[in-house]
C-alpha cells in the first residue's frame, strides 16, 4: 500500500505464497511476477508443517495466478506441473527460464586442477535434502575400497532449517573421514581451480541448480541424481553423470569413475561449458525476463 508498485516480482517459495495473501488485500492491485526458484520446504518436506500448510499455499498461490495480471517464472517445466497438479494453474500465463544464469566471464573455462588427487566438491547448503549425508556416506565407501578422491563442502550448516544437519556432528564425521569443510564461501570460482568433480546428490527436488551451472562453465562435469532441476542441468554421458537419488553406492560408483579417467572428465568438462553458453548464460535469462515482462504487460492493458 505505501510502494504502490506497478508490478510486484516475487522470488522463491514462501516469498509467492506471502505476497498472494498482501495482493489480496490491496486495490487496486498491482501485476505480479510470481518466479518459482524451487519448491522448497513447503514443497518438499513431509513432515506434518508441511502437510499442513501445503494446501493453505497453493489455494493462495491458485488465487494470485487465476488472475489476468499475473504472470509465473519457473526454472523446469516439472515444477511447473507440480503447481498446475495442486490448483495453482497460470495457464498460457507462464514462462520457464534457465535459473539465474551464469556469466560465463566470472565462470571462465579452466585447465585440470594439477593435484595429483582430484578433489570432488559439493556447493550448497548443509541439509538432508541436499544428499549431503548420502555424499559423506559414499566418500566413506571410497575410502573402505581405497579410492584416492579428496572430499570438500562448502557451505553453511543453514541451522534454522529445519532440514539442517547437526553442524557439531558433521564437523566430528568430517573429522573422521577427512573431509574438507570450510563453511561458506565467497569466491565460487575458487572452488572449481582445485576441484575436478562437481556433486550434487540431491534426494529432492530442485529448482535449476545454479551451482552445476557454474562449475560446468568452468569445465568441470557434474554427478547429479535423477530429480527435477538436476536432470535438466545435466545429460547423462554428455556433459556429466546422473545417478538414482539416496544412493550412495551409485554415487559412489560414478566418482571412483571420474576420478580415475581424466580424459573422460575433460570430454564432459568441455560438453558442459559449451551446454552452459548455449542455454544457461545471463544474458539468455535477461532476454528470457523481458519477454515475460512484455507479455505480462501486454495482457495487463500496460505498454510500459
Given amino acids: 500500500r505505501a510502494e504502490r508498485p506497478d508490478v510486484v516480482h516475487v522470488i522463491a517459495m514462501q516469498p509467492m505464497v ?24 513447503l514443497g518438499i518436506s513431509g513432515g506434518m ?20 495480471r499475473s504472470w509465473l517464472i519457473t526454472e523446469n517445466p516439472e515444477d511447473l506441473a507440480y503447481l498446475v497438479a495442486r490448483g495453482a494453474d497460470p495457464g498460457p500465463r507462464h514462462s520457464i527460464i534457465a535459473g539465474a544464469g551464469v556469466d560465463p566471464a566470472e565462470f571462465p573455462a579452466l ?22 549425508h548420502v555424499l559423506i556416506e559414499a566418500h566413506r565407501l571410497l575410502r573402505a575400497r581405497g579410492v584416492a578422491v579428496a572430499l570438500a563442502l562448502y557451505g553453511d550448516s543453514d541451522a534454522a532449517n529445519p532440514d539442517a544437519l547437526d553442524p557439531v556432528e558433521l564437523a566430528r564425521t568430517c573429522g573422521e573421514y577427512d573431509i574438507h569443510w570450510p ?66 553406492r551409485a554415487l559412489a560408483a560414478a566418482i571412483e569413475r571420474l576420478a580415475r579417467d581424466a580424459p573422460l572428465r575433460a570430454r564432459l568438462g568441455a560438453a558442459a561449458r559449451q551446454h552452459v553458453l548455449a542455454q544457461f548464460t545471463t544474458e539468455r535469462v535477461a532476454d528470457d525476463v523481458r519477454s515475460a515482462y512484455a507479455r505480462l504487460l501486454a495482457q495487463s492493458g500496460d505498454g510500459r
Avoid: N, Y
Avoid at 505476497?19 to 501485476?31: E, G, W
Avoid at 499455499?57 to 495466478?65: D, V
Fill in 18 to 41: 506471502l505476497a498472494s495473501l498482501a495482493l489480496a488485500m490491496i486495490k487496486p492491485r498491482p501485476a505480479a511476477m510470481l518466479h518459482l526458484t524451487g519448491l522448497g520446504f
Fill in 49 to 68: 508443517a508441511a502437510r499442513t500448510l501445503r494446501p493453505l499455499a497453493m489455494r493462495a498461490l491458485g488465487s494470485a495466478l487465476a488472475r489476468r
Fill in 111 to 132: 585447465p585440470p586442477p594439477a593435484a595429483p588427487v582430484p578433489q570432488v566438491a559439493f556447493v550448497g547448503r548443509m541439509i538432508r535434502s541436499k544428499g549431503v
Fill in 183 to 248: 563453511g561458506r564461501v565467497s569466491d565460487v570460482g575458487a572452488v572449481w581451480r582445485q576441484a575436478a568433480i562437481s556433486v550434487l546428490p540431491a534426494i529432492t527436488r530442485e529448482g535449476l541448480p545454479r551451482a552445476v551451472l557454474e562449475a560446468a562453465a568452468s569445465a568441470r562435469p557434474s554427478i547429479v541424481t535423477d530429480v527435477p532441476g538436476c536432470r535438466h542441468a545435466v545429460r547423462h554421458e554428455v556433459d556429466g553423470l546422473i545417478v538414482p537419488p539416496g544412493d550412495a
